[in-house]
């Protein structure tokens, strides 16, 4: 079966660490490559020094290089045409939602308050439930 690679790029460090540690509960075993930013993470994919994610959640809000700016390089390269991308945030805002699908994003996660939460909305994504959850 195949082992499943998750990317995260986030630039706060305990929201790495809280991801990993709900993805370890979730789906352990799963390949997790994290990174605290897009500059770093789009060079690791280009120079093909880290496996194709077939999961990448994106932070919207980062020095540098904003999730945006992140999502808008990510879909210009090839060998990630199958990679899942989704975004998240702490905002709520339907704008951002919006912006995040056009880009080109399959999906776009309030961050949530609780390990509980964050466990489940990574089930629902990895169980690919998310795409239900656009239309509540």
């Known amino acids: 079966m195949h082992k499943r690679t998750i990317m995260m790029i986030d630039d706060d460090a305990d929201d790495r660490q809280l991801f990993c540690d ?8 799963t390949h997790a ?11 690791r994919l280009q120079d093909n020094s880290v496996s194709v994610p077939d999961y990448i959640f994106l932070d919207i809000n980062m020095p540098m290089m904003n999730g945006k700016e992140c ?4 879909k210009k390269i090839a060998h990630l ?3 899942q991308i989704i ?10 939602f ?8 399959q999906f776009f996660m ?3 308050n609780s390990f509980t939460d964050l466990c489940e909305n990574i089930r629902s994504v ?9 239309r509540n």
Not at 22 to 29: I, K, M, N, S, T
Not at 71 to 74: E, K, P, Q, R, S
Not at 89 to 96: G, K, V
């Open 22 to 29: 709900a993805l370890q509960e979730v789906a352990p075993g």
């Open 33 to 43: 490559l994290v990174f605290e930013s897009g500059v770093e993470a789009l060079s």
């Open 71 to 74: 999502l808008t390089a990510l």
């Open 81 to 83: 045409k199958l990679t």
């Open 87 to 96: 975004m998240l945030s702490t905002s709520a805002l339907r704008e951002d």
């Open 98 to 105: 919006n912006e995040s699908i056009e880009l080109g994003a």
């Open 110 to 112: 309030t961050k949530p």
């Open 126 to 134: 990895l169980e690919n439930k998310f795409k239900h959850m656009l």
